[in-house]
């Protein structure tokens, strides 16, 4: 039980421009979730999504977004953005196209700095793939995990499992799923 006036919080440091960060809970949404002005983003993870052997793990995880899930959230706002009438809504649809839009490439200009903040085992990362898939990578002991999956909450599917002691392997995976829907994968319409 929560008192009023109480926000549930997490507070650290990021690891990609080393400002303080607060990811709370938003109750609306049902999670935890926290934009760190055009840096990283982070959500909170209470259990993790392969339970064994990896029965611990981080509690905050990078929140990466692929160039894919990137354009797909920007179509999407555009569609809104499309049906909208009132001007100061369209105002703010607007600037987060702007501000989606300038994530792109993101993710591979900062990779290696974010892959040695998995490494470290203090954050796992999630990727957004796109498309209702994702995955998620982080340390437990000397062994480095994942998980990719698909699908809704109630059709949810494994992609792919990873449990490796490889730097390189996790490496592989995390760019796989980072670029799942370039190559052919993608379907219009």
């Given at each position: 039980?929560?008192?009023v006036?109480f926000?549930p919080?997490?507070?650290?440091?990021?690891?990609?421009?080393?400002?303080?960060v607060?990811?709370v809970?938003?109750?609306?949404k049902?999670?935890?979730?926290?934009?760190h002005?055009?840096?990283?983003?982070?959500?909170?993870?209470r259990t993790l999504p392969i339970s064994?052997?990896?029965t611990?793990g981080?509690?905050?995880?990078i929140?990466?977004e692929?160039?894919?899930s990137?354009?797909?959230a920007?179509?999407?706002?555009?569609?809104?953005?499309?049906?909208?009438?009132d001007?100061l809504k369209?105002?703010?649809?607007?600037?987060?196209?702007?501000?989606?839009?300038?994530?792109?490439?993101?993710a591979?200009?900062?990779?290696?700095?974010?892959l040695?903040?998995?490494?470290?085992g203090?954050?796992?990362?999630?990727?957004l793939s796109g498309?209702?898939?994702?995955?998620?990578v982080?340390?437990?002991?000397?062994?480095?995990?994942?998980?990719?999956l698909?699908?809704?909450?109630?059709?949810?599917?494994?992609?792919?499992?990873?449990?490796?002691s490889?730097?390189?392997?996790?490496?592989?995976?995390v760019?796989?799923?980072?670029?799942?829907?370039?190559?052919g994968?993608?379907?219009s319409?």
């Open positions: 039980m929560v008192q006036g926000e919080k997490i507070v650290f440091i990021c690891p990609l421009c080393g400002k303080e607060e990811v809970y938003e109750r609306g049902g999670g935890w979730g926290s934009e002005a055009n840096c990283l983003n982070f959500t909170v993870l064994q052997p990896a611990y981080p509690l905050v995880f929140t990466l692929s160039d894919f990137v354009m797909e920007v179509e999407k706002l555009r569609e809104v953005l499309g049906e909208e009438v001007s369209r105002q703010k649809l607007e600037a987060g196209i702007k501000r989606l839009e300038s994530r792109r490439g993101f591979e200009k900062n990779m290696q700095r974010i040695e903040a998995i490494r470290s203090v954050f796992g990362l999630k990727i498309k209702d898939t994702w995955a998620g982080w340390r437990a002991g000397e062994k480095f995990f994942g998980i990719a698909s699908g809704n909450r109630v059709l949810r599917r494994e992609e792919a499992i990873l449990a490796t490889s730097q390189e392997e996790l490496k592989k995976f760019e796989y799923w980072l670029h799942y829907w370039e190559g994968r993608a379907v319409g």
